[in-house]
């Protein structure tokens, strides 16, 4: 099991969705057309509000995975499965990808680009501080399963 841990889970303590949301928050506080009162200008709340619904789909899309394979999604809790198949056939993080893309969306629909700043605080720190986690307890689960998925499936997308 993870060096990290010394039990069955990548030992990530602070939920991704919380990771985006409060740096996106923070971001938006910041300064946004929606903390001033005001609705961005059309063409950005269109843009904003495409991305928003694209990132919120590929997490739906993301989710049957879990039960189809019977695994948690919790990235505190065990893996039983490599779920390789669906958008996990594309990247390997479609979740954070669409929680990215998502938050990205809000950034631009409240023209903010101190959330979008967040978005991208936010990718690094999901990036390094939780999927550096689960790929390092992925690998020691299930072994060579798993690095031949890396092998043809990118991170991200």
Excluded at 95 to 108: N, P, R
Aim: glycine share 8%; charged share 15%; proline share 7%.
């Amino acid at each position: 099991m993870p060096e990290n841990s010394g039990q069955d889970h990548p030992g990530v303590r602070i939920p991704p969705p919380l990771i985006f949301g409060a740096l996106l928050f923070a971001g938006l506080w910041i300064s946004s057309a929606w903390i001033e009162g005001e609705m961005a200008p059309l063409s950005w709340t269109v843009a904003g509000a495409v991305l928003a619904l694209t990132g919120v789909l590929l997490i739906l899309f993301s989710i049957p995975g879990f039960f189809k394979h019977d695994t948690n999604i919790e990235p505190w809790k065990p893996a039983s499965a490599i779920i390789s198949d669906g958008v996990y056939a594309w990247s390997r993080n479609p979740i954070y990808l669409g929680m990215a893309v998502a938050s990205s969306g809000l950034a631009i629909a409240a023209k903010s680009w101190p959330g979008l700043a967040g978005v991208a605080i936010a990718v690094l720190i999901v990036r390094h501080y939780v999927i550096a986690r689960e790929e390092r307890y992925l690998e020691t689960r299930f072994g060579e399963e798993y690095k031949a998925y890396t092998a043809r499936v990118r991170r991200w997308f």
